[in-house]
């Protein structure tokens, strides 16, 4: 059976061609023919011999997931929606602000973690998407985007904050960043790419052994209670077992801080007596806070908090000397903005949840 050449990463597809009898910097040259060119036909790999290039297609493919449509908002947010085999779809959403260019990229087929304020969690899961398709993501956004008039990239950076729970996909997620930092892929750096996960303990400590690039921790609420109900893996590692994990990330962390992202919730997580709790509960991280307003979706039950609330609420975090921001509200014209990823899932089980926790 042909292999799909985006699964690789540089070590595997150097073993890879030591299998097929070739030489291991052949990986290196596929590499830049895959991701820095977006090639999808081993004829356009100039630099292969011939005889490799007549090789190749009996072997290995080039299989990114299907684009099937994208959709741009008046604000220049622009979303991807990828056919991931039958009846799933993922989205994907690249950002421009300014000079940079954020690529918001999905993990999984839907998310098993349940958050009760997300769209995504609400639709339920089906699978872990590949390599391919993680890093796929990528391929198609630099191709339909294209490059700016100096010749670079438009995407300067990329977020694990689309659909799914990153760190429930480990051994993907790492190899599509190793990738993703790859000077001969695309030649990231780790301050420029962010894992955001819900709060998945041991593998916070993996991420930090094996691939620290920026973190992104889903707090949204400043205690277990609270946190159980809206964020419902914190039953199985509560904040003081976060906290300390996120201290030790910083350790290795290529970022001295740890950003916090935060869903403003209409009478639920936003009093004044909420940001002491948030500010008591931080006070031994260096962090970041990301006020990100909600964004309705049907029956969600909630309601975005006020302007004003959100501005009395940053400026106790800020008085307490701690940077935050609040989001943009971006793209949510076609339902792209934060919490709206929906894709379209064939939901396996409700089991799945406790058996990826427990594999967790």
Same mark, same amino acid.
């Given at each position: ?312 609420? +940053?400026?106790?975090?800020? &008085?307490?000397? %701690?940077? =935050?921001? #609040? $989001?943009?509200? !971006? ?10 990823? +929906?894709?379209?899932?064939? &939901?396996?089980? %409700?089991? =799945?949840? #406790? $058996?990826?926790? !427990?594999?967790?």
């Amino acid at each position: 059976m042909a292999v799909n050449l985006l699964d690789f990463d540089q070590t595997r597809l150097a073993a890879w061609f030591q299998e097929i009898g070739e030489k291991p910097f052949r990986a290196k040259q596929v590499l830049r023919w895959l991701h820095q060119h977006g090639a999808d036909d081993f004829e356009r790999m100039t630099d292969l011999t011939k005889g490799l290039r007549d090789t190749l297609p009996a072997l290995a493919e080039i299989r990114p997931p299907v684009l099937l449509r994208e959709q741009a908002s008046e604000d220049g947010t622009r979303k991807f929606l990828l056919e991931v085999g039958p009846g799933n779809h993922v989205e994907t959403v690249f950002i421009p602000d300014g000079e940079r260019g954020t690529l918001c990229v999905s993990s999984q087929v839907g998310c098993a973690l349940a958050c009760s304020f997300c769209s995504t969690g609400r639709q339920g899961f089906n699978r872990n998407l590949s390599v391919a398709e993680i890093i796929g993501q990528l391929w198609w956004a630099n191709r339909a985007m294209g490059r700016d008039p100096k010749g670079e990239r438009l995407i300067s950076n990329v977020v694990l904050m689309g659909m799914g729970e990153p760190l429930l996909n480990f051994d993907h997620t790492v190899t599509a960043i190793s990738l993703m930092l790859d000077d001969h892929a695309y030649g990231l750096s780790r301050r420029r790419v962010t894992v955001s996960t819900s709060g998945i303990v041991p593998a916070m400590d993996r991420l930090r052994e094996q691939m620290p690039v920026a973190l992104a921790v889903s707090l949204h609420a400043p205690n277990d209670a609270l946190r159980d109900e809206l964020v419902p893996v914190n039953r199985k590692y509560p904040l003081r077992e976060l906290m300390a994990a996120c201290g030790r990330y910083l350790d290795s962390a290529p970022r001295d801080f740890i950003t916090f992202e935060y869903v403003m919730l209409q009478g639920v997580n936003d009093s004044d007596a909420h940001a002491r709790e948030l500010i008591a509960l931080t006070r031994d991280i260096p962090c970041k806070f990301n006020l990100i307003p909600f964004n309705p979706f049907p029956n969600s039950g909630y309601r975005r908090s006020s302007a004003e609330r959100v501005r009395a609420f +940053a400026a106790m975090l800020m &008085d307490s000397g %701690r940077i =935050t921001t #609040t $989001r943009k509200t !971006r793209g949510d014209d076609i339902d792209a903005a934060c919490g709206q990823l +929906a894709g379209k899932v064939q &939901d396996k089980s %409700r089991r =799945t949840v #406790t $058996r990826m926790e !427990r594999a967790a």
